[in-house]
């Protein structure tokens, strides 16, 4: 960090490089012992990067680095770990795999359970409905569903997990009785 205060910019480059691989690391760890995913880490990893970088004239050269860096990166982390505990509430994660047999049986009874599928998605409101079926059954993206029912992205985002949600709910109830 005194290097690039000189003007070294290859010595400041080797010190972020470093201070991410490190980050990485401790943010892995923290996220699962938090049961989180680990597929944001590398966000929160550039947050704390961009966050450093901004604030790097704040830095006292008189005091210690490392608890200036530990601070800056542990508000990061926090905020992010807060953020996505909170979306993971309404959160349903699938895989690819997960997502293309959603909608596919070879039981026999198939008809049956289309017609089951149809009555749930008919019992859902009408936003949920079309993001639904934009998403998963026409195999759109969220952007593409956004454009095509005039809405945004994150709205389309919202109605198809909620979607999921309830469909998943009355589905675990039909089968429990």
């Not at 996220?31 to 550039?46: I, N």
Request: hydrophobic share 45%.
């Amino acid at each position: 960090m005194l290097a690039e205060r000189r003007g070294d910019a290859v010595a400041y480059e080797a010190f972020l490089r470093d201070f991410a691989a490190s980050m990485r690391r401790i943010i892995t760890l923290h996220f699962r012992r938090m049961s989180l995913g680990t597929g944001e880490v590398e966000d929160v990893v550039q947050e704390v990067l961009i966050a450093v970088h901004a604030k790097r004239n704040q830095w006292d050269a008189r005091r210690p680095l490392v608890p200036w860096l530990n601070a800056i990166a542990r508000y990061k982390a926090v905020d992010a770990m807060r953020r996505l505990q909170r979306q993971a509430r309404g959160r349903v994660d699938l895989s690819d795999e997960e997502w293309s047999t959603l909608f596919v049986s070879t039981d026999p009874r198939h008809d049956r359970e289309a017609v089951d599928v149809e009555k749930l998605l008919s019992e859902l409101p009408t936003g949920q409905q079309a993001a639904l079926r934009a998403v998963a059954l026409e195999g759109a993206s969220h952007r593409e569903a956004a454009d095509r029912l005039g809405t945004t992205e994150g709205a389309v985002r919202v109605a198809f997990h909620r979607s999921l949600k309830k469909l998943m709910a009355a589905a675990k109830q039909r089968n429990s009785e």
